[in-house]
């Protein structure tokens, strides 16, 4: 079957680090109005959060993020894709981010690697 849309596939990019001793798989997607990121450790989803900046007419930015499936009492999770919709919101688009985290480390310093290696290879994909 052929694509009738010039932009398809969809732009990605793939990258596999080591995050606090885990071996963790990261696929950064960018569809038209959102970005796709799954973080996994353990080969499945996991958590799946989406996150989108709020359209408001004051200054000061506002943020929204939820569960939509999975870990619902994990705020981590939430930090974390606060941080990225917040990259993303800062480096000027306006899409959403939906985010799949399969973790077995929940840790500030795994969050803080999977956050660091989206932001540097989201590039990429925009």
């Not at 990261?26 to 499945?44: C, K, M, N, P, R």
């Not at 959060?49 to 499936?69: C, I, P």
């Amino acid at each position: 079957m052929e694509a009738s849309d010039p932009a398809f596939p969809v732009r990605h990019t793939a990258i596999s680090s080591d995050i606090k001793g885990h071996k963790t798989e990261i696929v950064i997607s960018s569809y038209e109005d959102h970005f796709l990121v799954i973080a996994t450790q353990i080969g499945a989803m996991g958590t799946i959060l989406q996150a989108r900046k709020e359209e408001s007419v004051s200054v000061d930015s506002t943020f929204s993020v939820t569960v939509v499936f999975g870990k619902r009492d994990e705020p981590m999770l939430v930090a974390c894709a606060r941080q990225l919709i917040e990259h993303i919101s800062n480096s000027g688009s306006s899409k959403a981010l939906v985010l799949s985290l399969g973790l077995r480390d929940h840790s500030l310093g795994t969050l803080k690697g999977i956050v660091s290696a989206v932001v540097e290879k989201l590039v990429e994909v925009t």
